[in-house]
């Protein structure tokens, strides 16, 4: 019998509905999911309730302590892999995180709900049992972190919330799916060539690396940026630049004399940053001025690979985004 640690944080999956008719989330424990859920096979489970709130609300200190058990239990010799529950709003991140951070290659998979247990066509039950169904396959062995939402397996590094709402909320824009479940089987298409596995080289303390996102439009002021740089409020800064990473020639003084790391993205949904122009504010200008090319990476996932760099103590930046 296949034994699956199944580890709860909350967000919409866990949500009971108000008086009101709307949704708090992580109001369920991770028990009271699986009275509710048509568990498949059999299963045996290692409930853990580790967090009862929405996913905004999870900070990076979270995200550590959540990686902490997770490997503890994968650690387990009795254990053959784990799911975790997540809000929606961040489950994107949550799993990437884990996909940098857990060294181990038994199966991980990520999943939640767009709409409540309470709610007409809940989505939560199924995903949860696909998850389940995912993390006792041998096939999900040495995929890294993977995100399972309405019958498909996705990529945590690709893989974006696209829809606010909708039940089929997740896609991996460019890059498609690994695989789908289907009548309780895991189908797989195809696998990651390679995983970037980040250690703490060091006993790790409460301090945090900060990491912002800026966002490029036109006609954006510097002014956050300089907010940020001036006030010392982040260690690294993502900017999410337009086309192939460019940004508004106003942006260059400050990024000329910043002193932390910078990755450029591209706000578009597919392709990479690119030194394709020669111009001020350009991708090759960012280059020449020490910004670090963020290749295909969405900005929060640039955001999330930024900061376990920082916390792992990599120096080499640049490399580390190349793959």
């Not at 498909?152 to 991996?172: C, L, M, P």
Request: net charge negative; glycine share 10%; proline share 4%.
């Amino acid at each position: 019998m296949k034994k699956i640690a199944l580890v709860t944080t909350g967000g919409t999956i866990a949500s009971k509905k108000t008086d009101g008719g709307r949704l708090r989330a992580g109001e369920r424990s991770g028990e009271e999911l699986v009275d509710m859920c048509d568990v498949p096979f059999k299963l045996e489970l290692e409930i853990v309730s580790l967090f009862n709130k929405p996913s905004i609300h999870l900070g990076y200190e979270d995200l550590w302590q959540l990686k902490a058990h997770i490997e503890d239990l994968l650690l387990q010799k009795g254990i053959d892999g784990a799911v975790v529950t997540s809000g929606t709003d961040t489950l994107e991140e949550v799993a990437y995180f884990l996909d940098l951070t857990v060294e181990n290659e038994k199966p991980l998979v990520v999943t939640g709900s767009q709409r409540g247990p309470d709610q007409v066509g809940s989505d939560a039950f199924v995903n949860l049992r696909n998850a389940m169904i995912v993390a006792a396959d041998e096939q999900a062995t040495r995929l890294g972190s993977v995100v399972v939402f309405n019958d498909h397996i996705f990529s945590a590094k690709y893989v974006q919330k696209t829809h606010a709402s909708n039940v089929q909320g997740f896609h991996a824009p460019g890059y498609g799916y690994f695989g789908m479940i289907d009548n309780d089987r895991v189908n797989l298409y195809q696998r990651p060539l390679y995983r970037d596995i980040y250690k703490p080289k060091t006993k790790r303390g409460n301090s945090r690396s900060q990491v912002e996102i800026i966002k490029i439009h036109l006609g954006s002021s510097p002014s956050l940026l300089r907010l940020l740089l001036e006030m010392g409020a982040t260690d690294g800064v993502v900017l999410e630049g337009l086309g192939r990473g460019q940004v508004p020639p106003a942006f260059m003084p400050l990024i000329a004399n910043a002193r932390i790391p910078m990755v450029v993205t591209t706000s578009a949904n597919e392709g990479e940053v690119y030194p394709a122009y020669e111009y001020e504010g350009s991708t090759y200008d960012l280059m020449n001025h020490g910004v670090i090319l963020g290749k295909d990476y969405s900005s929060r996932k640039a955001k999330i690979k930024l900061h376990v760099l920082l916390e792992t103590g990599v120096t080499e930046i640049q490399e580390a985004f190349s793959k």
